[in-house]
C-alpha cells in the first residue's frame, strides 16, 4: 500500500469512526411554543349546591340561575401535547327573586360571576380532531345588585311595600376549574368545537349574609382557537 492509499484509507477510517459520534453531539433544536388565541360563546349555569330549608332566618330560594356568556383565551403548547392558557370568562346577569320565611319582604337579585383562570392543559388526538383537558384556578369576581322591599307582616309580595333600598355587594373567591374541549380543524390554523368548564368556588365570609351565592359555576359553548404561530 502506498503511502498516499494508506493516508486516504486511515482518514477514511477517522470519517467513519467520528462522524457517528458528532452526529451524537449535535442537539436537535428545541422545539417552538404553538401559541393561540380564542373564545367561546355559550351559557353559564349557576348552582349553589344547597337545597331550600324551612329554616325562616335564612334566604330561599339560594342564588341560582343561568345566562348567556363569552370567554377569551390565550396560550401556548410548549410540547405537541402539554401546555398553558389563561381565560377569562364574562356571563350576563341573571335574576332570582328571594323571600323571608313567611314574611313578605322580599330581595330582588341581579347577579353575575366573572371568572379569570390560569390552565394546564394536555391535549391528544381523536382522529381529525383534538381532545384538549384542563385543570387550574383562578378568581370568581361577583357581584349582586339587590332592590330590597320591605312589608309589614301579614301582607303580600304583591302589596305596596314601605321601604325599598338598592344596594350593590362585590366579592371575590378562589376558583378551582376542570374542563374539557374537542376542537375540529377547520383549516391549519383555525378550529372549531364544543367546550365546557365547571368552576367550583370557595365561598367563605363572602356569603355572610346567608343569601346562598353559587358555589358551582357550569360552562357551556362553542369554542373558537385560532394558532398564532
Do not use: K
Not at 215 to 221: A, R
Amino acid at each position: 500500500m502506498t503511502l498516499r492509499e494508506r493516508i486516504v484509507a486511515q482518514g477514511t477510517v477517522m470519517i467513519l469512526i467520528l462522524a457517528p459520534c458528532a452526529a451524537h453531539g449535535q442537539q436537535a433544536p428545541a422545539p417552538q411554543p404553538e401559541w393561540f388565541a380564542g373564545g367561546a360563546v355559550g351559557m353559564t349555569v349557576s348552582r349553589s349546591g344547597e337545597p331550600d330549608g324551612q329554616n325562616p332566618s335564612v334566604l330561599s330560594p339560594a342564588i341560582e340561575g343561568s345566562a348567556l356568556q363569552g370567554s377569551l383565551a390565550v396560550g401556548a403548547f410548549v410540547t405537541p401535547r402539554l401546555g398553558f392558557s389563561a381565560e377569562l370568562g364574562m356571563p350576563a346577569s341573571f335574576d332570582v327573586q328571594q323571600t323571608w320565611g313567611r314574611d313578605a319582604t322580599t330581595w330582588d337579585h341581579a347577579h353575575r360571576d366573572v371568572t379569570l383562570s390560569g390552565l394546564f392543559l394536555v391535549r391528544g388526538g381523536v382522529g381529525r380532531s383534538q381532545l384538549t383537558g384542563a385543570v387550574g384556578a383562578g378568581s370568581v369576581w361577583s357581584r349582586t345588585t339587590t332592590v330590597a322591599r320591605f312589608r309589614r307582616f301579614g301582607q303580600r309580595t304583591t302589596d305596596q311595600p314601605f321601604s325599598v333600598f338598592t344596594e350593590a355587594r362585590q366579592v371575590t373567591d378562589l376558583g378551582i376549574v376542570a374542563g374539557a374541549e374537542l376542537s375540529v380543524p377547520l383549516s391549519s390554523r383555525v378550529s372549531l368545537g364544543p367546550q365546557f368548564r365547571a368552576v367550583f368556588v370557595r365561598r367563605g365570609e363572602s356569603d355572610e349574609f346567608q343569601d346562598r351565592l353559587p358555589s358551582v359555576l357550569y360552562q357551556v359553548g362553542a369554542g373558537l382557537r385560532v394558532r398564532l404561530r
